[in-house]
């Protein structure tokens, strides 16, 4: 085991792959020899050369397309998208192209593609540097969605998506990239696509969150343990899709109440799909109402400290949430 | 622009190649007036047709190697399919939806084609989406040539790719970078436009500022030629060209096929409002069938009993596909519901 920062773990996770295996290659704006405005690649152009780690045009819905491409050819690209905010050009290639070749084709061609992209606020990035975009291509048949919270499911994890023979959207919480630190295993290891994670197990109720808000529900449930006695589950959901409706159920079956939570706002988001699985397969189990815990509906993260902090759910603001449904 | 007459590449071409050539047109034309007259008789939905584009589409067939590289094509492609290997039997199955379609399993419209096994990639209906698509088909060839992968003068592997698309098409945001990564990467890439002047209703002039299509291609860093698309010899030949230059690692070429579509835009369109009877009728004098016909009689490589028995001929294959595809089954209703992801042993 070596403790290490998510980006530091997936990095590895991409350097071992490209060690693995000699269809897998990166693109992206940035990605060579600068190691990416992150650092997510750096030193990998050094060691794999112009061939594999390929600083593309600035233009992200050929970044898609061409990792498209390679992938129906076999290859095993990773795109990188620098901001998830500035995916959308590339909407088109992703979802009516990458998602629906599968299908479209009776299982003739399948595209074994990953898009890896930092996502999120809480970093001064203002309206485009921030967004949490995963509701738009969480309602697309034939993607998979992963958003890691720890060292250790990113790196496995992002090996999977490398592995899968599907479209996976990878995203990553960036403002956890160098404030999350945890333990990888030395070993290769791959953490499978799908199931959800109980983070901290819990019998007064059942909070689900991904990416930057599971580290900070983390954070909220030890306080609520500490401060107020309340024993909270925490369901890292690691995978949004496919859902691990299995996963939510079970958990809700033993506490009797949910609470989602996700920086991305509220309305249309994927706590809803969540709130939608526990009424109608989960509705004899709940004590209390489903809540979201999520961010305004306002068109983006404010820039400006005060506001960005107003919009941004914190330890803190989680720990009330959990208060007021424990109350319930 | 491109090849004199003295050096031009069609001329290697043998007797029995030019036959086939032929053939494909005429086939692919008798294959697409049946399917206007079953939209007629209301025995299918809808229908989208390539008549006119044969002589762009076959002349571009035979110059690059058929079934092993890449196409990715678009919907006005009947002609190359054909030539490439899709059989008027599965053309049929597509107009209907029957059980087991070749392209889609009769999940997409008909002239979505696809054949895994003939390198034909899937296509969708968002237009021009391919050509960046095709620009990572040809960036994979290089990749795998360079990694030691594949071997450069395999024949047995795909060498290029060949994307397809109309003039219209050609505003997209999406074909803008997929030339783009073909001129900067110099991929073994090769994009034909079928500039039949209209995009649906709209004029060629209300869709670009240039003449040409192909002048745009000195802003991707890439050769650009223009061609009679009509006439199915001249398209061999700058297609031989380019197929040479993505073969020997020369970089991409795009061409333009200057022709037109001598029909309406599709079964639901009437193309009356917007063209005068007059330009089409002009157009049809200028057949690309009847144009090759002519040029095959005079060296008298065809004969008028030989046009009635490829003409027989094509009735029957044409018949023959039309019976086969109605006594098809239809698909399962559950088979709605197949094939959203592959299963992790695919890879
Ligand atoms: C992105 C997108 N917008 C609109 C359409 C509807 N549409 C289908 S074909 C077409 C015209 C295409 O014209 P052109 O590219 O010149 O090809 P042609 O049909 O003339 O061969 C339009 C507008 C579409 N399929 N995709
Ligand atoms: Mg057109």
Redesign the pocket.
């Known amino acids: 085991m070596t403790v290490m920062t998510l980006i530091d773990a997936i990095r590895e996770a991409m350097d071992e792959e490209l060690e693995r295996d000699p269809r897998v290659f990166i693109t992206g704006e940035d990605v060579g020899e600068r190691g990416g405005v992150f650092r997510a690649t750096q030193g990998l152009h050094e060691k794999y050369g112009d061939t594999r780690i390929v600083d593309s045009p600035l233009a992200e819905l050929s970044i898609v397309a061409i990792g498209i491409g390679a992938a129906l050819t076999d290859l095993r690209p990773i795109c990188e998208i620098q901001f998830a905010d500035f995916i959308h050009p590339a909407f088109?290639q992703i979802v009516n192209e990458a998602a629906r070749f599968y299908y479209r084709s009776n299982g003739q061609w399948h595209v074994p593609l990953v898009i890896r992209s930092p996502y999120g606020g809480g970093i001064g990035g203002g309206l485009y540097h921030s967004q949490s975009v995963e509701a738009f291509f969480a309602h697309v048949p034939g993607l998979k969605i992963v958003v890691p919270s720890t060292p250790y499911d990113a790196k496995g994890l992002l090996k999977s998506a490398v592995r899968d023979p599907n479209p996976v959207l990878f995203f990553e919480p960036k403002k956890g990239y160098r404030a999350i630190k945890g333990e990888v295993p030395d070993d290769d290891y791959t953490i499978p696509i799908g199931p959800a994670r109980i983070a901290r197990e819990g019998r007064d109720l059942s909070v689900f969150a991904y990416g930057m808000m599971a580290h900070y529900t983390m954070m909220a449930a030890e306080k609520v343990a500490r401060e107020d006695g309340i024993d909270a589950e925490v369901i890292d959901l690691r995978t949004l899709l496919p859902i691990d409706k299995a996963a939510i159920l079970a958990s809700v079956k033993k506490t009797g109440k949910a609470l989602i939570v996700h920086e991305d706002n509220l309305t249309m988001g994927y706590g809803a799909e969540i709130a939608a699985v526990l009424s109608d397969e989960g509705f004899e189990y709940l004590d209390g109402p489903v809540k979201r815990y999520a961010a305004p509906d306002v068109p983006g993260v404010p820039f400006s400290h005060p506001m960005q902090e107003y919009f941004m759910p914190n330890p803190d603001k989680i720990a009330d949430a959990i208060r007021d449904l424990a109350a319930y | 622009m491109v090849t004199t007459t003295t050096a031009r590449a069609s001329a290697r071409l043998s007797e029995e190649q030019l036959l086939q050539m032929y053939w494909y047109m005429l086939l692919s034309r008798r294959l697409d007036e049946r399917a206007w007259a079953m939209h007629r008789q209301s025995k299918i939905a809808f229908h989208?047709s390539g008549m006119g584009?044969e002589a762009a589409q076959v002349g571009a067939a035979f110059a690059i190697n058929r079934g092993v590289d890449y196409v990715h094509p678009?919907?006005?492609d009947l002609a190359l399919m054909l030539a490439i290997g899709i059989t008027p039997t599965d053309f049929m199955m597509s107009l209907y939806g029957k059980k087991d379609e070749l392209s889609s399993g009769a999940r997409q419209m008909p002239s979505h084609f696809s054949s895994k096994a003939l390198n034909i990639v899937s296509s969708s209906?968002?237009?021009?989406?391919q050509v960046p698509q095709a620009a990572g088909i040809a960036f994979a060839i290089k990749y795998r040539q360079q990694m030691g992968l594949q071997d450069p003068n395999d024949e047995t592997q795909p060498r290029l790719v060949f994307t397809t698309?109309?003039?219209?098409?050609?505003?997209?945001g999406e074909w803008h970078e997929g030339m783009n990564w073909a001129g900067v990467h110099d991929l073994p890439f090769i994009c034909m436009?079928?500039?039949?002047?209209?995009?649906?209703s709209?004029p060629?002039e209300e869709?670009m500022a240039v003449a040409h299509v192909a002048d745009r291609a000195d802003a991707y860093g890439v050769r650009g030629v223009m061609v009679d698309g009509n006439d199915v010899l001249a398209v061999y030949d700058v297609m031989a060209e380019a197929v040479e230059r993505a073969y020997n690692g020369d970089g991409a070429t795009l061409v333009e096929a200057k022709t037109y579509?001598i029909v309406p835009?599709?079964s639901d369109d009437d193309d009356r409002s917007y063209r005068s009877r007059e330009e089409v009728e002009e157009w049809k004098k200028k057949d690309p069938i009847l144009r090759f016909q002519k040029v095959l009689l005079e060296e008298t490589i065809l004969s008028d009993t030989l046009i009635d028995d490829y003409e027989s001929r094509a009735r029957d294959a044409v018949n023959k596909a039309q019976v086969e595809a109605e006594a098809a089954p239809w698909p399962a209703p559950e088979e709605a519901i197949g094939d959203v992801y592959a299963p992790l042993e695919a890879i």
């Open positions: 088109n | 989208i584009h678009y919907y006005r209906s968002p237009v021009a989406t698309l109309g003039e219209g098409s050609t505003s997209q436009v079928q500039n039949n002047l209209y995009a649906i709209v060629i869709q579509r835009h599709s």
